[in-house]
């Protein structure tokens, strides 16, 4: 076979891994925006079969093949990108599926299809016991998945690298330790000084009129409307389905408006940067986010980096007046900017505060150890949230549904996918003096409410780039340097230490 037959095939066989996943896609914003419940064993049933038949077309004695023809041809210096690329990332894949029995990936898909369904039950009632054994069968699964790929390491080693790649536990834990010595004192000495007054924030605003407001947002962070939409759900996420097709989603409270505006921000960070992937890679496996902490690099920085400036107050504050004007018509853009950013501890993290959210990032990342290390079952869950709630952020848990339930992740077995979102703000803190680095006026972006020279930067340093890059490569790129999260850490020291006057 020539190299330039054996590329097509490799075409071929992408654009085939491309259709079943956006299937899947497709049903699962499905279950979690509108399908009827008793829909769910069904639904669970459709995914498993796609998940077999996705599993069975990359490991087929064929697609081996192929790669293994095609790698050949790579080392001789046959492959132009972007097809070495995609060959590269198509082998990672393939080579850890492979391990993996193609009935086992299918009885994956039905678990873990099954569990998100029994959780959002769980949630609603209060009712851990109702969801546990669906964790324990979950980690179960995980722990002998991890085994097949790379029995030589750590099963949470495994798991921490799928989300990002060249990440353990071990480069976490200093990850953390570092992060832990800012925020923690930091959190501290705020809870000496008096909040600001900010009744505006549990002022009643109709869901409708929420709404309004999330879809303008979503303009202001540049999404193609055309190529985009937005539900309610009740744990907002993101889901890049295809070229033209990015979905996204918030959850409305009534008298919390803010929830939903950082909420759409976020979110909008993701679908952003789907949208913005090189065409070229348009279904291939290059076509969407590289790891899962830089994908949160971006929705943090859009979220607080921008969204929690001071600078974008304005054209915020503009944005909500024109929607609202009976709550947030006499609200100056100084006192929207410390309602904001207020630092107190609570419950949920998805509400967290900017400088409080590492703190249940750590809760999760501890219990995770615990239990791939076998020093915890999914019974031990609920006590050991509420013990490290406790440490962490010095409040009592009165409910399941607000502390070892309130999150989706475990659900769809997304083990190891927690420290990202830490990780991500610490990338996009980086990006920021980067940014600045290369002429990009960050502030006077976000108070011209024109956020193009930001979307310029990302999308030459990191959008376009789609799966091609992982994280360390992304981030030298862009930044001249390696990742070091001091960037981090001295961000959040000067912002809050800033508007508290510490």
Same mark, same amino acid.
């Given at each position: 076979m020539s190299t330039k037959t054996a590329v097509s095939q490799l075409r071929r066989l992408e654009r085939d891994l491309w259709m079943r996943t956006y299937l899947m896609g497709i049903l699962e914003f499905d279950g979690e925006t509108q399908a009827p419940p008793k829909g769910a064993a069904a639904r669970a049933e459709a995914m498993g079969a796609l998940a077999g038949e996705y599993h069975e077309a990359l490991t087929s004695t064929e697609a081996q093949e192929l790669v293994a023809l095609l790698q050949e041809a790579a080392a001789n210096g046959e492959l132009d990108e972007p097809a070495a690329t995609e060959l590269r990332v198509l082998a990672r894949e393939q080579h850890e599926a492979v391990a993996i029995p193609t009935e086992e990936a299918a009885a994956w898909s039905q678990l873990t299809s099954e569990a998100n369904a029994v959780w959002h039950q769980?949630? !609603?009632?209060?009712? +851990?016991?109702?969801?546990? =054994?669906?964790?324990?069968?979950?980690?179960? @699964? %995980?722990?002998r998945h991890a085994a097949y790929i790379d029995p030589t390491r750590d099963p949470y080693d495994v798991w921490l690298d799928q989300y990002e790649r060249g990440m353990d536990a071990a480069a976490y834990d200093r990850f953390f330790a570092q992060v832990k010595a800012t925020v923690v004192p930091l959190v501290h000495e705020i809870g000496t000084r008096p909040q600001p007054e900010a009744s505006f924030l549990s002022a009643r605003v109709p869901e409708a009129v929420q709404l309004d407001i999330a879809r303008e947002l979503m303009d202001v962070v540049g999404l193609d409307p055309q190529a985009s939409v937005l539900a309610c759900v009740e744990h907002p996420f993101t889901n890049g389905m295809a070229p033209g097709d990015v979905r /996204? @989603?918030? *959850?409305?409270?009534?008298?919390? %408006?803010? #929830?939903?505006?950082? #909420?759409?921000? *976020?979110?909008? $960070? *993701?679908?952003?940067?789907?949208?913005?992937?090189? =065409?070229v890679y348009a279904y291939t496996v290059l076509g969407t986010g590289s790891t899962m902490g830089i994908h949160e690099s971006q929705s943090r920085f859009f979220e607080n980096i921008v969204g929690r400036s001071r600078a974008f107050m304005d054209p915020l504050l503009a944005v909500l007046r024109r929607h609202a004007p009976e709550v947030y018509g006499n609200v100056s853009a100084d006192q929207l900017y410390r309602a904001a950013n207020i630092a107190l501890p609570q419950l949920i993290r998805t509400e967290a505060d900017e400088l409080t959210y590492p703190l249940h990032i750590m809760i999760r990342y501890d219990i995770e150890r615990m239990l791939f290390?076998?020093?915890? @079952?999914? *019974?031990?869950? =609920?006590?050991l949230w509420n013990k490290y709630t406790k440490e962490y952020l010095g409040l009592e848990v009165p409910t399941?549904?607000? &502390?070892?339930?309130?999150?989706?992740? +475990?659900?769809? $077995? #997304?083990? &190891?996918?927690? =420290?990202?979102?830490? !990780? &991500?703000?610490?990338?996009?803190?980086?990006?920021?003096?980067?940014?600045?680095?290369? $002429?990009?006026?960050?502030?006077?972006?976000?108070?011209? $409410?024109? %956020?193009e020279p930001v979307r310029g930067?990302?999308?030459?340093? /990191? +959008?376009r780039w789609g799966a091609g890059k992982d994280a360390p490569e992304l981030i030298q790129g862009a930044c001249g340097a390696p990742f070091d999260a001091t960037f981090y850490c001295d961000y959040l020291h000067h912002k809050f230490s800033d508007l508290y006057g510490l």
């Open positions: 769980a949630k !609603l009632a209060n009712d +851990w016991a109702a969801f546990e =054994p669906y964790v324990d069968r979950i980690l179960k @699964t %995980l722990k /996204i @989603t918030t *959850h409305i409270y009534e008298n919390n %408006l803010l #929830s939903n505006v950082f #909420s759409v921000i *976020h979110e909008a $960070g *993701h679908a952003i940067y789907e949208q913005n992937v090189d =065409p290390a076998g020093e915890a @079952t999914a *019974h031990d869950i =609920p006590a399941d549904t607000v &502390g070892c339930l309130q999150d989706t992740h +475990w659900s769809g $077995g #997304s083990f &190891g996918y927690f =420290p990202s979102y830490a !990780l &991500g703000s610490a990338y996009g803190a980086q990006m920021a003096p980067a940014m600045a680095a290369d $002429g990009v006026d960050l502030d006077a972006a976000c108070a011209a $409410g024109d %956020l930067w990302l999308r030459e340093k /990191i +959008w």
